[in-house]
């Protein structure tokens, strides 16, 4: 095999963590996680497997009581009593110590487990919700990964069948430590890779047969309502797909249909020169047939009978086509232009060498491949157990368009980080079947702008493309503005992307993750944190007509926060009900919070590290935030070649917010930059001073009183010098304008004049919130306009 395709393992754990007898072996890697193995004739493994590729944990302290059918092992965090036999539910028990439950806390072998569920292999067809796989965390304080079946990665690079009627599982007993559990999941099984930055841009897929013309027409319609794409995706036309039927079905292919696309590296240098990359989507289950461009040279290398135009057969388990697949197949367009493959695998879990599924086989050595030339290594496919968090991105599947997908999503996305999966792409609008429905569209991208991967895709329908500009004027502009969010918002991820890469925290977390002893957070599936400093809560249901507004319900840990749209603050540590227009989903940031992002009024496409950059900081607390930056596409960050910039706002009587220099090799950003900074939820403050460097910096200022902002412009300031902004008034945490806001809800909805004037009236004359509240209730209002009602008056 070739180098490339071997990875690190470190699979040999410390001796002094082994409790050995003739048929079993423990290992206590941490005080939480225990391995536990069985074999009939005691031979184990010490390989690393698909799924397990460290054991190397520090050297652990316990207790081990030895007895001639008794064998315990505690540690600080779990107690394991054996009875020395094959495993069994009365012989093997594990307590997870501590008060995590009073009696759900143990585990008797084979015992089913009740966890928090993680991720699935794909959505193809669903419509609505669907069955998840098993996680890495539970309420009861514990769960097990199951390494019994998992192949062996041999010393060269490929994989074998390991020895059967085995007993190899990890006992994960962290308790409620979800985010401990996680990091030491990710020290057992490797961490999650960083992404190139392209990835965290907005993508454009569909399956449609384009010709190189209509694809070029759009990029430039794209360029011209300055809608900004990092990637282009291009589905399964691109290659021959009528083909003679002695070949069989055109599903698989890889040689381009020159009647569509004449030149191809021609066609991919120009979207380059647009800024976006390019994959092709591929169907490998047919291998190569006698039809296809590079067939004579790989059945030569291969030595089959080409000369009868005998078939290859897509035989994963090989390792000879595994790599003529990659070097005829593959390279070739790579060294033409293709950025990275889209595996479109879908059929079945079955292969030539028993227990090994394809779709692991094609995503390992897939995503390994595209690490060649010192390119980052990126591939996009579908989830194919435990451990695919090493083979980003994750393609979720062909679903339905409906309201009740959309509804799943948000809850599918940050529960697959329960397994480790941070990396899913979906089908954003929907694939197929379903209805036309503008509102649901803009209410999939709005969200698709707050997950993981943006990708809008649909299925080859005349009328199913998402283009912003085929849904009324007020979506399509909605729509555009979302889109340019997004891609403003990458300086944010990326950091995200690096924080996930080392620190193995997901961008996407559920609400438990940081308030894991408080029900509420449990029961907010379609609620995340997005990152360290943002709340998202995706809007997946339809407007009431009415109040031409959608309901969220939401749950709010204690604390501020602030509404990056409208500028609401709320107060925290409570269950509320969030509605919104068509225009805005809830999404609420922390006091303190500070959000680097690109300035979109300078940027359309471009994925350089921003000269124009602007920053949202957010009123009431002390931030802080450490930007990270480096050339987005190389394995070089590896090599110390990165930028960290750190950002704080201190919120005493004398509010300042400082960017720092620029600490590490500043040759992968700007010299300069220019700023345009945000201070939102802020009183107006008179009195501002702007240095660089300790000199005085000239500056704009303007104030926004409906969002209670302080927009402050500077140029040119050098990186390597940082920015203090010192707010010498009396700026604080301001207020929610109630009446304001209360018209300006009125004022759009549908409903009787009288009934508005009666609202308003009540809402102007009365001094207390109770009292409003009160009143209003005893109108006995429709549920939702009293709801909304409620939201703005009870904010903070």
């Known amino acids: 095999m070739n180098d490339i395709y071997k990875i690190e393992t470190n699979p040999l754990c410390n001796k002094e963590n082994i409790v050995q007898g003739d048929n079993y072996r423990f290992t206590v890697l941490t005080p939480e996680m225990i391995r536990m193995e069985y074999s009939d004739d005691g031979l184990f493994e010490d390989r690393a497997t698909q799924k397990v590729i460290n054991r190397d944990f520090d050297v652990q302290k316990f207790k081990v009581i030895d007895e001639e059918n008794n064998l315990e092992i505690i540690t600080g965090h779990v107690h394991l009593i054996y009875d020395k036999k094959r495993f069994s539910k ?59 079946q998992s192949l062996v990665l041999t010393e060269d690079g490929w994989v074998e069948p390991r020895k059967k009627s085995v007993t190899d599982i990890y006992f994960l007993g962290y308790g409620r430590e979800y985010l401990h559990c996680l990091k030491d999941f990710f020290k057992l099984c490797g961490n999650t890779p960083l992404l190139p930055k392209y990835a965290l841009g907005n993508w454009w897929s569909r399956y449609y047969r384009y010709t190189e013309e209509e694809y070029k027409e759009l990029i430039e319609r794209f360029q011209k309502e300055k809608i900004p794409f990092t990637v282009a995706v291009i589905d399964m036309d691109w290659h021959l797909v009528d083909i003679d039927p002695k070949y069989g079905s055109g599903w698989t292919g890889y040689t381009w249909n020159k009647e569509l696309f004449p030149d191809p590296k021609e066609f991919m240098g120009w979207l380059h020169q647009k800024g976006l990359k390019v994959t092709l989507n591929v169907h490998p289950a047919d291998g190569i047939r006698a039809h296809e461009e590079m067939y004579l040279e790989m059945a030569k290398a291969l030595k089959v009978d080409y000369a009868s135009e005998e078939d290859i057969q897509f035989n994963i388990s090989d390792p000879a086509f595994l790599e003529a697949y990659f070097k005829y197949a593959h390279h070739p367009n790579e060294e033409n232009g293709v950025d990275f493959w889209w595996v479109d695998w879908q059929q079945g879990n079955n292969s030539k060498i028993e227990g090994l599924d394809p779709l692991w086989m094609l995503n390992h050595y897939h995503f390994l491949d595209s690490k060649r030339n010192g390119k980052r290594p990126m591939t996009f496919s579908r989830y194919a157990g435990i451990g695919s968090h090493r083979y980003p991105i994750g ?31 979906h089908d954003i609008g929907g694939h197929m079947l379903g209805v036309k429905d503008d509102e649901m569209a803009a209410r999939w991208l709005q969200f698709g702008v707050f997950s993981p991967i943006m990708r809008l895709h ?44 080392v620190d193995g925290v997901p961008l996407i977390q559920p609400m438990y993750y940081h308030n894991s002893e408080i029900r509420e957070a449990y029961e907010v599936p379609n609620e995340y944190y997005f990152g360290t400093e943002l709340i998202a809560c995706p809007i ?13 319900k939401a749950w709010l840990p204690k604390g501020t926060y602030i509404d990056m749209f409208n500028g609401m603050i709320y107060d925290g540590g409570r269950n509320i009900n969030l509605y919104r227009d068509i225009n805005h989903i809830p999404i609420l940031a922390k006091a303190g919070a500070i959000i680097p992002m690109a300035d979109m009024e300078h940027c359309y496409n471009e994925l350089n590290n921003p000269e124009d950059m602007e920053v949202r900081i957010f009123a009431g607390d002390n931030g802080s935030f450490t930007m990270y930056e480096d050339d987005g596409d190389s394995l070089q960050y590896l090599n110390g070649k990165y930028v960290e910039t750190e950002m704080n706002l201190y919120w005493n009587k004398a509010v300042k917010f400082e960017i720092k220099p620029a600490a590490g090799d500043s040759s992968v950003i700007p010299e300069e930059r220019n700023y345009v900074l945000k201070y939102i939820g802020f009183t107006d403050c008179k009195a501002v001073t702007v240095k660089s460097d300790n000199k005085d910096v000239a500056y704009e200022k303007e104030y926004d009183s409906y969002m209670n902002m302080i927009t402050i412009r500077v140029n040119s300031i050098n990186t390597k010098s940082g920015l203090t902004v010192e707010f010498n008034g009396s700026t604080q945490l301001s207020s929610n304008d109630i009446n304001k806001r209360i018209f300006d809800f009125l004022n759009q909805a549908q409903i009787e004049f009288e009934l508005k004037d009666r609202i308003y009236n009540i809402v102007k004359s009365d001094k207390t919130q109770a009292r409003i509240v009160g009143r209003l209730q005893a109108m006995e209002l429709d549920e939702d306009l009293f709801g909304a009602l409620c939201e703005i008056i009870l904010a903070y």
């Open 90 to 148: 009365n012989g093997l028990i594990l307590k997870v110590r501590g008060n995590t439950s009073n009696y759900q806390s143990i585990w008797h072998f084979g015992e089913e487990i009740h966890d928090l569920k993680g991720t699935a292999r794909t959505l193809d067809g669903a419509n609505g919700a669907i069955p998840l796989e098993r996680g890495l965390l539970s309420v009861n304080g514990y769960s097990v990964i199951d390494d019994s």
């Open 540 to 552: 997946t249901r339809p407007i009431n007509s009415r109040i031409e507004r959608a309901k969220v």
């Open 395 to 425: 393609f979720s599947g062909d679903s339905f368009i409906t309201w009740e997908t959309l509804d799943f999503e948000p809850y599918f996305t940050a529960n697959a980080s329960n397994a480790g999966y941070g990396w899913w792409s």
């Open 458 to 501: 649909s299925s080859a329908s005349l009328f199913n493309g998402k283009e912003p500009w085929r849904y009324k004027p007020e979506i399509h502009e909605t729509m555009n503005r979302f889109l340019r969010l997004r891609h403003s918002l990458i300086p944010y991820i990326y950091t995200m992307n690096r924080i996930f890469n």
